[in-house]
Protein backbone atom coordinates (compact mmCIF):
# COMPACT_ATOMS: atom_id res chain seq x y z
CA UNK A 1 0.00 0.00 0.00
CA UNK A 2 1.09 3.57 -1.01
CA UNK A 3 3.35 5.69 2.13
CA UNK A 4 1.15 8.57 3.08
CA UNK A 5 3.26 11.53 4.95
CA UNK A 6 1.74 14.67 6.65
CA UNK A 7 4.08 17.63 6.84
CA UNK A 8 2.41 20.25 9.30
CA UNK A 9 3.08 23.65 10.40
CA UNK A 10 4.49 24.37 7.48
CA UNK A 11 5.44 28.03 7.31
CA UNK A 12 6.10 28.48 3.51
CA UNK A 13 4.08 25.63 1.76
CA UNK A 14 5.95 26.08 -1.63
CA UNK A 15 8.98 27.10 -0.83
CA UNK A 16 8.95 23.90 1.65
CA UNK A 17 7.51 21.92 -1.37
CA UNK A 18 9.97 22.81 -3.13
CA UNK A 19 12.40 21.38 -0.61
CA UNK A 20 10.38 18.13 -0.18
CA UNK A 21 10.89 17.83 -4.49
CA UNK A 22 14.60 18.87 -4.42
CA UNK A 23 15.30 15.90 -1.67
CA UNK A 24 13.48 13.45 -3.66
CA UNK A 25 15.36 14.46 -7.05
CA UNK A 26 18.43 13.98 -4.94
CA UNK A 27 17.75 10.52 -3.92
CA UNK A 28 17.36 10.02 -7.76
CA UNK A 29 13.37 10.07 -7.44
CA UNK A 30 10.80 10.99 -9.89
CA UNK A 31 7.82 12.87 -8.46
CA UNK A 32 5.01 14.29 -9.28
CA UNK A 33 3.52 17.41 -7.79
CA UNK A 34 -0.50 17.53 -7.98
CA UNK A 35 -2.95 20.35 -7.09
CA UNK A 36 -6.40 21.19 -8.99
CA UNK A 37 -5.62 24.79 -8.40
CA UNK A 38 -3.96 26.10 -11.54
CA UNK A 39 -3.13 29.23 -10.25
CA UNK A 40 -1.44 27.41 -7.20
CA UNK A 41 0.74 24.90 -9.32
CA UNK A 42 1.99 28.36 -11.14
CA UNK A 43 3.23 29.64 -8.06
CA UNK A 44 4.77 25.99 -7.51
CA UNK A 45 5.96 26.16 -10.86
CA UNK A 46 7.82 30.04 -10.77
CA UNK A 47 9.06 28.49 -6.69
CA UNK A 48 10.91 25.96 -8.34
CA UNK A 49 12.59 28.22 -10.47
CA UNK A 50 13.65 30.98 -7.63
CA UNK A 51 13.80 29.23 -4.52
CA UNK A 52 17.66 28.24 -4.51
CA UNK A 53 19.90 29.93 -6.90
CA UNK A 54 22.38 26.92 -6.71
CA UNK A 55 19.60 24.21 -7.18
CA UNK A 56 18.06 23.11 -10.29
CA UNK A 57 14.99 21.08 -10.28
CA UNK A 58 14.33 20.00 -13.75
CA UNK A 59 10.10 19.88 -14.42
CA UNK A 60 7.04 20.49 -16.49
CA UNK A 61 3.62 19.90 -16.64
CA UNK A 62 1.93 16.98 -17.74
CA UNK A 63 0.71 18.06 -21.01
CA UNK A 64 4.33 18.62 -22.20
CA UNK A 65 6.03 16.26 -24.30
CA UNK A 66 9.03 15.82 -22.50
CA UNK A 67 7.49 14.40 -19.23
CA UNK A 68 7.70 11.13 -20.34
CA UNK A 69 11.39 12.29 -19.47
CA UNK A 70 11.86 14.50 -16.74
CA UNK A 71 12.12 13.48 -13.41
CA UNK A 72 9.03 16.26 -11.74
CA UNK A 73 6.27 16.53 -13.68
CA UNK A 74 3.17 18.84 -12.47
CA UNK A 75 -0.36 18.14 -12.66
CA UNK A 76 -3.82 20.08 -11.94
CA UNK A 77 -5.61 16.75 -13.02
CA UNK A 78 -5.39 13.30 -11.36
CA UNK A 79 -5.94 11.67 -14.64
CA UNK A 80 -3.24 12.94 -16.58
CA UNK A 81 -0.67 12.67 -13.76
CA UNK A 82 1.90 10.05 -14.71
CA UNK A 83 2.57 7.02 -11.69
CA UNK A 84 6.16 7.99 -9.64
CA UNK A 85 7.99 7.93 -7.33
CA UNK A 86 6.56 10.07 -5.36
CA UNK A 87 3.70 12.23 -5.48
CA UNK A 88 3.68 15.45 -3.55
CA UNK A 89 -0.03 17.23 -3.82
CA UNK A 90 -0.62 20.88 -2.58
CA UNK A 91 -4.26 19.86 -2.99
CA UNK A 92 -7.10 20.93 -0.35
CA UNK A 93 -9.21 18.44 -0.82
CA UNK A 94 -8.52 14.26 -1.25
CA UNK A 95 -8.00 13.81 -4.97
CA UNK A 96 -11.16 12.43 -6.42
CA UNK A 97 -10.90 8.49 -6.97
CA UNK A 98 -7.89 8.99 -4.95
CA UNK A 99 -7.51 5.20 -4.30
CA UNK A 100 -6.85 4.49 -7.81
CA UNK A 101 -4.44 7.46 -8.40
CA UNK A 102 -2.68 6.51 -5.33
CA UNK A 103 -1.97 3.22 -6.32
CA UNK A 104 0.52 4.61 -8.97
CA UNK A 105 2.89 6.24 -6.55
CA UNK A 106 5.36 4.48 -3.55
CA UNK A 107 4.77 7.98 -1.30
CA UNK A 108 2.18 10.38 -1.45
CA UNK A 109 3.29 13.60 1.06
CA UNK A 110 0.95 16.29 2.00
CA UNK A 111 2.25 19.70 2.92
CA UNK A 112 0.21 21.32 4.94
CA UNK A 113 0.67 24.95 6.17
CA UNK A 114 0.24 26.80 9.65
CA UNK A 115 -3.00 28.36 8.78
CA UNK A 116 -6.10 26.93 10.59
CA UNK A 117 -8.27 26.23 7.50
CA UNK A 118 -5.36 24.42 5.69
CA UNK A 119 -4.73 22.62 9.26
CA UNK A 120 -8.72 21.80 9.06
CA UNK A 121 -8.48 20.59 5.60
CA UNK A 122 -5.83 18.33 5.78
CA UNK A 123 -7.44 16.82 9.48
CA UNK A 124 -10.46 15.92 7.06
CA UNK A 125 -7.78 13.98 4.38
CA UNK A 126 -6.01 12.41 7.54
CA UNK A 127 -9.01 11.14 8.48
CA UNK A 128 -10.69 10.14 5.10
CA UNK A 129 -7.22 8.40 4.00
CA UNK A 130 -7.65 6.37 7.68
CA UNK A 131 -10.96 5.43 7.36
CA UNK A 132 -10.13 3.44 3.79
CA UNK A 133 -7.34 1.55 5.52
CA UNK A 134 -4.40 3.68 5.05
CA UNK A 135 -2.27 4.43 7.87
CA UNK A 136 -0.57 8.01 7.46
CA UNK A 137 2.09 9.59 9.54
CA UNK A 138 2.07 13.16 10.68
CA UNK A 139 5.60 15.05 11.02
CA UNK A 140 5.72 18.51 12.53
CA UNK A 141 7.98 20.59 10.49
CA UNK A 142 11.03 22.07 13.04
CA UNK A 143 10.12 25.80 13.01
CA UNK A 144 8.02 25.95 10.29
CA UNK A 145 10.76 25.29 7.67
Known amino acids: ?3 IDFHFNVEHRLHYACRVIRKARAASKRAVVYTRHTDRL ?16 P ?4 DSPLAATTPVV ?3 DSA ?7 L ?13 FFAR ?3 VIEVVSCDDEDRR ?13 YEPTAFEAKNGH
Open 105 to 107: YQR
Open 121 to 133: RARTRFKNYRERG
Open 88 to 100: LTLDDDVPPQFED
Open 59 to 62: HVYA
Open 1 to 3: MTK
Open 74 to 76: LAA
Open 80 to 86: SAPGSDV
Open 42 to 57: AQFDNALWTFSALDFV
